[in-house]
């Protein structure tokens, strides 16, 4: 059971305003509102001169705001002692999750480097897990904008949801090898108008990140918690590391 409040019997599933429980009513409010107000995020979004991380905590907050009271503000001040994982990835620090959002952010400033490292970019978005849900249609829709500023789209409708997951798994756990640039490379297409983004963002299937369901909570004051994040904090370094070396086989700049 996901409970990082442990209050679920009292407020339902992350406090939601309807104190609901039901994980299969919980996934038809939150798809109904990403359709519902997607319209108001993605007018939002192209009104903006750069895309910040207050505007990707803003995004979330247009999307989710109805049902869950604390959309909008990111773990560090939600719930700043608490480790989630989903599997064997084990998220940011909540400390870090601005961090790591940014550095995303920072890479997606030039089209030329946006355009090589969409993976990276959406890897960095996801490891970083600002939210306690919503994280995958925010970071999509943001990532979406950003493609579109750089001058070309991604025709995720014809990703699939177990490869793409996939592909996103190992680009946390190893990032800076162009694991997901790579899987993402085959489904760059020419910039789409915002006008058709509607429908194709809606009708896309597994793209809610590596959140919703079968994600855990830990208590990160707990020593064994605490290693784990930083035997994968250390593995990232790392990673970066070998991939910054031509003789380890990573690419230059990574």
């Known amino acids: ?21 039901e994980p299969a009513i919980i996934k038809a409010i939150e ?36 049902f869950y009271p604390w959309a909008g503000k990111d773990r560090v001040d939600v719930a700043p002692l608490v480790a989630i994982s989903k599997g064997s990835v084990m998220f940011a620090h909540p400390a870090d999750a601005r961090r790591a959002v940014e550095l995303g952010l920072s890479l997606a400033h030039d089209a030329h480097s946006m355009r090589a490292k969409a993976g990276e970019i959406m890897g960095l978005f996801a490891y970083g897990h600002p939210f306690l849900d919503g994280n995958g ?35 946390i756990d190893s990032p800076g090898r162009g694991v997901l640039d790579t899987y993402l490379a085959a489904f760059i297409d020419a910039r789409r108008e915002r ?7 809606t009708s896309i ?23 784990r994040y930083q035997q ?23």
């Open 232 to 254: 994968q904090e250390l593995r990232r370094v790392a990673s970066y590391r070998a991939a910054e070396l031509p003789e380890a086989g990573g690419k230059p700049g990574g």
């Open 31 to 66: 798809h109904e509102l990403f359709r519902l107000n997607l319209p108001l995020a993605l007018k939002y979004l192209s009104s903006l001169k750069g895309v910040t991380y207050a505007d990707f905590l803003k995004t979330h907050s247009l999307l989710f705001s109805d």
């Open 205 to 227: 299937q597994g793209l809610d990140g590596l959140d919703g369901g079968g994600q855990a909570n830990e208590n990160l004051a707990d020593p064994d918690v605490a290693e």
């Open 137 to 171: 249609r925010t970071m999509l829709l943001v990532h979406m904008e950003l493609c579109h500023r750089a001058g070309f789209s991604i025709r995720w409708a014809d990703s699939r949801k177990e490869d793409y997951l996939q592909a996103l798994s190992k680009e």
């Open 1 to 21: 059971m996901f409970d990082p409040f442990g209050d679920f019997e009292n407020a339902g599933y992350l406090r939601n305003v309807q104190q609901v429980k």
């Open 195 to 201: 006008e058709h983004w509607g429908e194709s963002v």
